[in-house]
């Protein structure tokens, strides 16, 4: 159940196609119909290839985008620390020139000893009379500067305080817009790699209806809508758990070029058996759509598509007891792994209940049958859950029909 980072997985899928185109390269002989059909597939390799590179660039430009907004608001909050703390100051000196004027006042009007005003008025001449006034003007006038250039300077820092304040709102919703565009292109990017697997894996086999001993036909395809998180599969195709018998299941297996078909391994008591009677033995149990467990094996490991898969992809065939932060060891083993991962795939649809809703990756999903919770609680991340809906389109058709 573990996805590598978006970056990783967008090279890593651009490379497998490339891969998978030249290794068609031989069947040009094939019949015209068949030809047509792998013509068409190239041209949308291509196209997914050219989506895919666009859309990276995209999200590398939003997340720098993101930075660069980050380290503006960074740098415009220290600005509103320093012009905050200039305006404390500048508030303290307007205090202190108010403290002074009233002191000269006071001491002009109620003074102890002589006043300013009998200075003024005990002048004794007309020269000296003029001369004290001027002083008495300049000393009002100084004052009133004083006061004057000290509120000028704390109305500028005032209205440059505010400035900055809406530069950095208008910072913030540009870096929550960033955000919201790189959750978009995350989840574009998740569903062209989804789109692009299923272009890119075992292209030379056309995608064709495999009937079963029983008379039974699983045709897939592509897929008719677009791909819709609310609604990933019904809760009918989750638990029809009686849609392939073991019989089913091994003619399945049969068609695809992966090793399943003539694996055996214990089971979860230790009993050998086959791949196909093990997964009709646990869909059987767990009231699990066999066909949901046979795309997990795919999601997970590709062990239906894979001619010489490793060791560690049938340890953990169906990704239970592995996550991104944790491993359970008891869980490993073929065996263990269908039988964990139905249970898992059971227990994990148990919570739902109408209007529940999903937080995924910063986005909200709220699911409409129990098998899309199941889904999005057993892998919770878009490119995987997308990869599921893809594949099951791939191999049984459409998994909301």
């Known amino acids: 159940m573990r996805i590598g980072s978006a970056h990783t997985r967008v090279w890593m899928l651009v490379a497998l196609i490339g891969l998978a185109t030249a ?10 119909g068949v030809q ?3 013509t068409q597939k190239r041209a949308q390799q291509a196209a997914a290839q050219a989506e895919l590179g666009q859309m990276q660039a995209d999200l590398n430009d939003a997340v720098a985008q993101y930075v660069s907004v980050g380290n503006d608001i960074v740098r415009v909050r220290q600005q509103i620390s320093e012009v905050t703390t200039e305006l404390a100051q500048q508030s303290a000196s307007l205090d202190q020139a108010q403290a002074e004027l009233t002191s000269r006042t006071v001491e002009m009007y109620r003074g102890d000893q002589m006043s300013l005003v009998e200075a003024l008025l005990t002048s004794t001449s007309i020269e000296d009379f003029v001369m004290r006034s001027h002083y008495l003007i300049f000393m009002s006038q100084r004052d009133a500067m004083l006061l004057r250039d000290v509120r000028l300077g704390e109305a500028e820092n005032l209205y440059l305080q505010q400035s900055l304040s809406d530069r950095e709102a208008q910072l913030q919703r540009l870096q929550t817009q960033a955000d919201a565009d790189r959750v978009r292109l995350t989840g574009s990017i998740a569903a062209t790699q989804a789109r692009a697997q299923q272009l890119g894996s075992d ?12 008379g039974a036909t699983y045709g897939g395809g592509s897929p008719s809508s677009s791909f819709d998180a609310n609604s990933v599969i019904t809760t009918a195709n989750y638990h029809a ?3 392939m ?5 091994q003619s399945f297996l049969d068609s695809q070029p ?4 003539s694996y055996q391994a214990p089971d979860h008591t230790g009993q050998t058996k086959s791949a196909a009677q093990m997964i009709a033995d ?4 767990w009231n699990i759509n066999p066909k949901v467990i046979l795309v997990t094996l795919q999601k997970e490991q590709s062990l239906l598509s894979l001619t010489h898969p490793s060791t560690s992809a049938y340890q953990w065939a169906m990704g239970a007891g592995k996550g991104d932060t944790y491993t359970t060891l008891k869980d490993a083993g073929f065996g263990n792994q269908i039988w964990v991962g139905a249970q898992k795939l059971h227990l994990d649809a148990q919570p739902y209940k109408p209007g529940v809703s999903l937080t995924i990756e910063g986005s909200t999903v709220r ?5 899309t919770y199941a889904q999005w609680t057993y892998t919770p991340h878009f490119s995987g859950v997308m990869s599921f809906w893809m594949l099951y389109w791939r191999y049984f058709g459409d998994p909301n029909a």
């Open 203 to 214: 292209i030379t086999q056309l995608l064709q209806p495999t009937s079963s001993s029983s």
């Open 36 to 38: 047509d059909q792998l």
């Open 258 to 261: 992966g090793t399943l078909k």
């Open 245 to 249: 018998s073991a019989a089913d299941i």
């Open 241 to 243: 758990a009686t849609s």
């Open 367 to 371: 699911p409409t049958s129990d098998g």
């Open 23 to 32: 290794c068609t390269a031989h069947v040009a002989s094939a019949a015209p």
């Open 282 to 285: 646990a869909a059987a149990y």
